[in-house]
């Protein structure tokens, strides 16, 4: 069972992606935006942290640049959880640190399958 940490600012789609983690025996911590996020995932050191992008205050690029970037928090994988669909903020995402990027409406197997690709 691995702990999961979801930084997203939508209590909606924390809730459904809570969930889906909680169903598959994983436990859950959250963060409303990206300053929370980091905090949280430096004192709690999450097996892995799913990302929101669009979030107000720091957003979900620069947080993952900051865990990717930080000797605490480097070796935590950040999968970015977004709306956002283009290939540009894809290759962004992926530039800032993140080992995985999904696209929502999330597919709760190919969430599922990206989670158990890093072995948490």
């Known amino acids: 069972m691995a702990k999961i940490l979801i ?3 939508s209590p909606t789609e924390t809730y459904k992606l809570t969930g889906v983690l909680e169903k598959n025996g994983h436990s859950v ?3 409303i935006n990206g ?8 004192a709690e050191k999450p097996d892995l942290v799913l990302m929101d992008i669009v979030m107000p205050g720091l957003n979900g690029f620069q947080a993952t640049r900051q865990l990717s ?3 605490e928090t480097s070796d935590i994988p950040v999968v970015i ?3 956002k669909d283009q290939e540009t903020d894809r290759v962004w995402g992926m530039r800032q640190g993140a080992k995985a990027y999904l696209t929502k409406p999330i597919d709760e197997k190919e969430l599922i399958q990206t989670i ?3 072995g948490v």
């Open 29 to 31: 911590i959250t963060a």
């Open 69 to 71: 970037k930080a000797p």
């Open 35 to 42: 300053e929370e996020g980091v905090a949280t995932a430096k």
């Open 116 to 118: 158990n690709k890093f």
């Open 81 to 83: 959880v977004t709306t």
């Open 7 to 9: 930084v997203d600012d």
